[in-house]
């Protein structure tokens, strides 16, 4: 297939993926007359943006459309190159905002365009798209960061901070996801700092709750109770005469949530139904699952923390009962990475039932919807791994498809 022109390997790939012109057209954003341009050679491919999201969508590596063999990163970080984790921790690094004292202030991309690349950041992430992510995020976080230092001392300046708060939380998140909690927590950390320059508390809230998932990553759940406990007290409805919005009670939902969660790592059950009541009393108020400040919180996200919070208990009955009845429809209208992660949890479920076909079946299907979930996240791995050292004899083909392509061995 080397000596095909690319359109027509893009065209191979999509069929082999089994996606219409249409259905690949709309992960693309772009419409089915300039996909059957591109399959066509009507139109070329000249930029390598468009490049990169075409193998994202189809899950091969660029170089395969370009008729070359990829390159076998056996450095790789987590399904992440690490040369892209270095060029983020190089970039939170960056102390622009006390260099301005003595440099000139930088340039900087208008507040308005850094509103646009920030949520589609936040949208890159919550359809769990990783790696690509990955690559974005140095650029972004520099020009957040300069957009900061510009703005200081101006009307705008608020506007600056809450953005750059977001872009820090944005890293912090994926960081959390590629096991890189250390930077994780460095980078929640920021943007609580920059939040509080922003003056809303909500963003501050958001960023706390980062900081928790952390700190759990760190293996310190006891710290990441508290500070979720902590600002979700302070946030809590009628508190400080401050009016009872959406906004605040999804905040304050996604604390207890988080909360919940470095409870059931500690052991603490009892903790962990309190916070998950008071939890579900605020999606009541809020109604649907609602994506208020990127929380996706509702009353379909507590029932998934309260499946993950049982795994983490131990209780792998309660997960997959709570799988079981969970509302088909509600839970379709989460975003992919929500529901992959959801999946994950009750992949360990089964597999601490012994159920390992049903566990296998739930990694399948989070990597369908939401690849990277799986091929990026330490987690994975390791169930993975737990599913083949436990099978008897070959494992389903579907599980040990997933290994190899996961690159997964025992």
Request: hydrophobic share 40%; proline share 5%; glycine share 8%.
């Amino acid at each position: 297939m080397d000596e095909l022109p690319i359109g027509r390997r893009v065209a191979y790939w999509r069929s082999r993926r089994k996606l219409s012109q249409q259905v690949f057209a709309d992960r693309l954003g772009k419409s089915k007359s300039w996909v059957d341009k591109v399959e066509r050679g009507v139109r070329r491919l000249d930029k390598l943006s468009v490049v990169y999201e075409i193998a994202d969508v189809l899950q091969v590596d660029v170089q395969v459309l370009h008729g070359r063999e990829p390159e076998r990163r056996t450095d790789s970080v987590n399904g992440v190159d690490p040369a892209e984790v270095e060029e983020i921790r190089a970039a939170l690094e960056r102390y622009d905002q006390l260099s301005m004292f003595l440099r000139t202030p930088p340039e900087a991309p208008r507040l308005a365009d850094m509103r646009k690349a920030v949520g589609h950041a936040w949208l890159t992430f919550q359809h769990a798209k990783y790696d690509r992510l990955a690559r974005s995020l140095p650029k972004l976080l520099r020009e957040a960061q300069a957009a900061d230092a510009v703005c200081a001392g101006t009307g705008e300046d608020d506007h600056a901070a809450h953005l750059l708060s977001q872009v820090y939380q944005i890293s912090s998140s994926v960081l959390r996801k590629l096991g890189e909690y250390e930077l994780a927590w460095l980078a929640a950390d920021r943007a609580i700092t920059v939040a509080d320059r922003a003056g809303d508390p909500l963003l501050a809230g958001t960023a706390t709750f980062r900081a928790g998932n952390a700190l759990l990553g760190l293996d310190r759940p006891r710290a990441a109770l508290e500070i979720n406990i902590d600002i979700a007290t302070r946030l809590a409805p009628g508190g400080g005469g401050e009016p009872t919005t959406p906004q605040r009670l999804s905040v304050y939902g996604t604390l207890l949530l988080e909360g919940a969660m470095a409870a059931a790592r500690s052991g603490d059950g009892a903790t962990v139904r309190d916070l998950l009541r008071g939890a579900q009393d605020a999606a009541k108020r809020v109604g649907e699952d609602e994506n208020h400040y990127w929380t996706c919180f509702g009353p379909t996200n507590v029932e998934l923390h309260r499946a993950a919070a049982a795994v983490e208990l131990g209780d792998a009955a309660l997960a997959v009962e709570i799988h079981d009845s969970l509302d088909p429809v509600a839970f379709a209208a989460l975003l992919p990475e929500r529901r992959a992660n959801h999946y994950l949890d009750v992949a360990r479920g089964y597999a601490h039932l012994g159920k390992l076909d049903k566990a296998g079946e739930m990694l399948v299907e989070a990597d369908r919807l939401a690849p990277s979930e799986i091929r990026c996240r330490p987690l994975a791995h390791e169930v993975v791994t737990d599913l083949l050292r436990r099978a008897r004899g070959t494992p389903p083909s579907a599980v040990a498809e997933l290994a190899e392509q996961m690159g997964v061995t025992v």
